[in-house]
């Protein structure tokens, strides 16, 4: 019995191999090898795939940071300031890749776009898409100065972010820094002649007397990400001293 289920399993082996290798052959004479895969057609259209990707990974990226928070594998330290980044890089990647870009799926949402790829993140949905601050902060009620440190520390990422991203239209930048502004003139310890306040408002100032189509040139966006570099250094250094 051996050798008659050893000569059947031969024979189906041999019959299985010759037909993937007339499959193989038959793929192979109507197919080239080395044929690439186009998923795009266009720049914008890659432009598109790439800003979805950025999205995916930095969801991603947030359900793992907070499996490793609840496991006590990080410190409240390492979690907040990766938490931050998160946050306000997610801030951007939703924006370049559900509002700018109208792709073929037309997903205007994060919570569809989650849904679409099938992605079962939920700790990333609650801290992306609910509480936009990361858990040490949330959990101190009533510190209405924790929880505007942390928004400002997004913000001041968030921006800078959008500058290396080569972000410059007026209608862009200006929102951003808007808000960063607004974020830090909330924090009433910090000094009437603050030196982050004082370059935000200097550029405010400069894309407020711009029509909104306009855009900064190169050397200007290289002085706005020095100036704002510096502003978030400064600002750190205050909050040690505090």
Known sequence: QKVVHTTITSTSTTNTSSSSSSSLM????????????QLYSSSRERQAFDDQATLYAIILATEHLERAFARDVITDKEYTTECNKLISQFRLAEKAALTNNKSSSNVQTAEAFMEL????????AERLLRMGVPEPIRQTTGDSHAVTVAETVQHFITTMDAVKLEQR????????????????????????????????????????????VDEIDEEDSRQLYHDLDSAYAEFTRFLKRS
């Open 169 to 212: 239209a007026v209608d862009e930048l200006q929102p951003l820094l808007s808000d960063l502004l607004d974020s830090l003139t909330k924090l009433t310890e910090t000094p009437n002649d603050f030196e982050p306040n004082r370059k935000v408002q200097k550029w405010l100032q400069k894309l407020n007397a711009m029509r909104a």
């Open 26 to 37: 038959d793929y192979s004479s109507s197919h080239d090898a080395d044929e690439e895969v």
């Open 117 to 124: 790829y099938r992605m079962d993140c939920p700790r990333a």
